[in-house]
Every structure is written in C-alpha cells, then in structure tokens.
C-alpha cells in the first residue's frame, strides 16, 4: 500500500507556447524536490522529450523522465499512464510528478484520466493527487488564433456537416479547464496587448492565477503543491460529464490534426534548405507546428535545433554531432543512445524533424525536403566542399566556422 500519494501537475498549453521551456525551467530551479516527469507528444518521435534531455543536465537521483509518443494520454495512452504513474509512486523516492502533455491536448480528458480504473479495479487517484491544472498561452499567437482561426471546414478537416469547430475551440478548452494560466513571450508584446489579454482571459477563466512569463521563468510554488485543483468543482465543468460517459473523440480526430515525422541520413544543401524555409507560396494545408534537428551540409560538425509555431521561425545550434567527438569523450550513460542512432557512413548526423498541421500532404512535403538534400554527385564532393555552399542561415556560434 502506498502511504503518501505522488502529487501532479499537468502543463498544457497550445502547439509552440511554450511548455518544454517552462519545464526546462522548472527542472533547472527544483529547489531539492526530486521531481519526475512524463512528456507527452503525439508523434512518432518524442521531440519535446529530447530537448530536456539535451538542454537540462539530469541528475538521475533527482529527477526522472518517462516518454509517451504516439499517442494522447487522456486516450490511447490512458492505461500506459496508469502504469507509469503507479511504478513512479510506488518507487517512493519522488517528491513530485510533472506532466507535459502534447499541444493538442485539453486538461479536463487529462484530469479525467485520474479517475480511469484499470481492470483491477485502481486508479490514478489510488496512488497520485491532482494538484495543478497548468495552462501555457502564447502571448504573441493566441488572439491572432483566437479571433482569426480557420474554421474546420475552411480547410476541409471536419468531421460532419454539423462540425463547426476550429482550432480557437481547442484553446478555450485549455483555457477554461486551468487552475494557473502562464502568458508566454510576455516579453514580445506591449503593455496595452499583455493587459488585453489578461482581461479576455481573466473573462474565461475567473478563478485562474494569470501570470506572465518570460522563458519559463515563473516561481515554483506558483505552479506546484498549490492544492488549486478540486475534482467536485471540475465536475461541475461543461462537458465532464461527456468525458466520464466516455463519449470524448482523440484530438488528432477532433480537430482534424495529423504529424508524420521527416528523416534522412543525409546533410541538407543550406542555400536550397533555407529558401524553401522562407518560401512565399506555400501551399500544402495549415502547418500549425514543426520541430526538431537537422543538418547542415555548411557545418557538418553542428546540430541544428528547429523549432516554428505559426508564422514564427527559430533555429540555432543544439551542439555537435557525436560523430565529430572522438569516442573516448563520449559520457558512459549516453553511449547505448548514440549508438542506437548511429549508421554509417555519417554516425550520428541526421535530419529529424516532426511536423503537424492541418490537411498537410506529407507525401509531398518530404518529397519537397528530400529536393533540399545534397544530391550523390555534391555528397561526394566532401566537407571541404560542402562548406563552401552558400549559407544564409545566421551563425549560431562565435567560432563555428573558424
């Protein structure tokens, strides 16, 4: 019998507003909680849970991360949450549980979730407390998603005739079912846009802490033991009881949202690469989110770190491939999962990166990147010559190409 249930908060938040930063954040300022944490993402590869990894150096004695990818855990993954949760509890050694659910999730399936009995009869709330519903909105996106969104059959994603839904549906959820409500990027707008956001908000949701943030940074106990969430007040929540009749339809069928993963074991050519990022004409559905690594044929050493939301572009330097440290330097609990991926005759280097959109052909976006590879004949021609292929990416690092 567990004696202390392991208390939760579940961070959720809109494709791109920011909840790995947020988390990133919290692992870095734990205050001596030894924490844990699931990261959910609906794609093949789980993104989010690999950009932990590489920006936040675990102590594996303090801080534990599980991943669930290919799925969403208030559905599909509903038992496998079940499972993990019960063995994180059941080790005893963690103070706290955070869980990072995936951009398309809404909070109140996830908090229903606790209430799921598996077929022996237990549930989350047996051997865990829901303590915090977090919700991350963008402050730079969310009216302009809010107000401007296309309309399901705009882009010919519904389900029905009578579905009249769009993806502001999705954020009024996550909205609505939230105990603290961060804004993102407050940094990126005016007072007069932050406060007008605050008060539409503030509409949505009164009895939500509403707090700006600038990369992540929030205070601890803002956001952990609060004790801010209550099952009876959530029970009073329009569309819970839809929820416990079992009658809620996956995200990726309810608002017609799809992710297919991009990979390749060769180097992109970075002039053709960057022009078909800053391409005018696209037109291959809505691309509402992509992220991820890829790899640059003008500096075959460094990891790219991609990550775009909407019409916002980022990239930058995650650090080297492995393939360019020699082995001996390589950290003993990292050598199984760089071997895992590793393939001649490049090691490491590769191009992975997740996208997910709406009515998105994936056939012809990866048709569209394999053109943004460097063909046979400019693969053979080597690094020396790959690094003098123009290059209009700014530089990511002082030295990079010293």
Same mark, same amino acid.
């Given at each position: 019998? +567990?004696?202390?249930?392991?208390?939760? =908060?579940?961070?959720?938040?809109?494709?791109?507003?920011?909840?790995?930063?947020?988390?990133? *954040?919290?692992?870095?300022?734990?205050?001596? $909680?030894? +924490?844990?944490?699931?990261?959910?993402?609906?794609?093949?590869?789980?993104?989010?849970?690999?950009?932990?990894?590489?920006?936040?150096?675990?102590?594996?004695?303090?801080?534990?991360?599980?991943?669930?990818?290919?799925?969403?855990?208030?559905? =599909?993954?509903?038992?496998?949450?079940? &499972?993990?949760?019960?063995?994180?509890?059941?080790?005893?050694? #963690?103070?706290?549980?955070?869980?990072?659910?995936?951009?398309?999730?809404?909070?109140?399936?996830?908090?229903?979730?606790? =209430?799921?009995?598996?077929?022996?009869?237990?549930?989350?709330?047996?051997?865990?407390?829901?303590? =915090?519903? &977090?919700?991350?909105?963008?402050?730079?996106?969310?009216? *302009?998603?809010?107000?401007?969104?296309?309309?399901?059959?705009?882009? *010919?994603?519904?389900?029905?005739?009578?579905?009249?839904?769009?993806?502001?549906?999705? /954020?009024?959820?996550?909205?609505?079912?939230? %105990?603290?409500?961060?804004?993102?990027?407050?940094?990126?707008?005016?007072?007069?846009?932050?406060?007008?956001?605050?008060?539409? $908000?503030?509409?949505?949701?009164?009895?939500?802490?509403?707090?700006?943030?600038?990369?992540?940074?929030?205070?601890?106990?803002?956001? +952990?033991?609060?004790?801010? #969430?209550?099952?009876?007040?959530?029970?009073?929540a329009p569309g819970w009881l839809q929820e416990m009749r079992g009658s809620h339809t996956p995200e990726t069928e309810e608002y017609g949202i799809a992710s297919f993963v991009y990979a390749a074991r060769k180097p992109f050519h970075p002039e053709r690469f960057y022009d078909y990022l800053h391409r005018d004409d696209w037109n291959n559905g809505t691309l509402l989110r992509s992220k991820g690594f890829f790899w640059l044929a003008s500096r075959p050493e460094w990891v790219g770190n991609w990550s775009q939301a909407g019409g916002t572009m980022q990239h930058g330097c995650a650090g080297r491939w492995w393939a360019s440290v020699p082995e001996a330097e390589w950290p003993e609990e990292f050598?199984?999962? +760089?071997?895992?991926?590793?393939?001649?005759? #490049?090691?490491?280097?590769?191009?992975?990166?997740?996208?997910?959109?709406?009515?998105?052909?994936?056939?012809?976006?990866? %048709?569209?990147?394999?053109?943004? /590879?460097?063909?046979?004949?400019?693969?053979?021609?080597?690094?020396?010559?790959?690094?003098?292929?123009?290059?209009?990416?700014?530089?990511?690092?002082?030295?990079? *190409?010293?």
């Open positions: 019998m +567990i004696e202390k249930r392991l208390p939760v =908060t579940v961070l959720s938040g809109f494709l791109g507003a920011g909840k790995t930063t947020l988390l990133n *954040h919290i692992l870095a300022n734990r205050e001596g $909680l030894k +924490i844990a944490v699931i990261v959910n993402d609906m794609s093949e590869i789980n993104i989010d849970a690999a950009l932990v990894k590489n920006e936040v150096t675990l102590n594996r004695a303090e801080v534990k991360m599980v991943e669930m990818s290919n799925g969403c855990i208030c559905c =599909t993954l509903r038992e496998d949450l079940l &499972v993990e949760v019960g063995q994180l509890a059941k080790e005893g050694r #963690f103070d706290y549980l955070l869980i990072e659910s995936t951009g398309i999730a809404e909070p109140m399936p996830i908090a229903e979730t606790f =209430t799921f009995k598996d077929e022996n009869d237990v549930s989350l709330s047996d051997i865990s407390v829901l303590d =915090t519903l &977090v919700t991350v909105v963008d402050a730079v996106n969310f009216m *302009h998603d809010y107000l401007e969104a296309q309309s399901l059959k705009d882009i *010919h994603a519904e389900l029905g005739e009578e579905d009249e839904r769009n993806i502001a549906d999705l /954020l009024v959820e996550q909205v609505e079912f939230s %105990n603290v409500i961060l804004i993102s990027k407050a940094d990126l707008v005016c007072s007069d846009e932050l406060a007008n956001l605050t008060a539409i $908000l503030k509409s949505l949701n009164r009895e939500a802490e509403i707090i700006p943030m600038v990369m992540g940074q929030v205070p601890l106990q803002k956001i +952990i033991n609060t004790g801010r #969430f209550n099952f009876e007040q959530a029970e009073q050598v199984d999962d +760089i071997q895992a991926n590793w393939q001649s005759p #490049f090691g490491d280097c590769r191009q992975e990166l997740v996208f997910i959109g709406q009515n998105i052909d994936a056939d012809q976006a990866r %048709n569209e990147l394999d053109q943004c /590879l460097l063909s046979e004949a400019e693969l053979s021609a080597g690094e020396d010559i790959w690094k003098t292929y123009r290059d209009n990416f700014p530089a990511w690092l002082a030295d990079e *190409h010293a």
